[in-house]
């Protein structure tokens, strides 16, 4: 597996390692100057260089990507709790204003 060095801000490292999972495998890393030196495989590699826009470098767009995935998250949750507002107002209605047979 082919591992490519990447520097990043201690701020881009921090926010990386904060979005993820409790007990996850981080990246091996060194700190010197305020900087952080990870080694990641290629695909990784790839992926955040597509993602870079022309005028950001790695830690630039770790940060965008880490806010974006922050927000995404946020809208899936206000969706799913719109989305089970009707179901929640019926069940509500139901176990207020029981219908009665006719």
Known sequence: MRMIPVVLTEGAYD???SALPKGSARWPMQRERRK???QV???V???MRTMRRPSEDYSDASLRLVELEAAASR???AAAWR???P???AKLKSVTHPETPQ
Do not use: P
Request: hydrophobic share 60%.
């Open 83 to 85: 989305l089970s507002e």
């Open 75 to 77: 809208l899936q949750i």
């Open 36 to 38: 952080c030196f990870i």
């Open 41 to 43: 495989e290629a695909a």
């Open 15 to 17: 926010a990386i390692a």
């Open 87 to 89: 179901a929640q107002a």
């Open 45 to 47: 590699f790839d992926r």
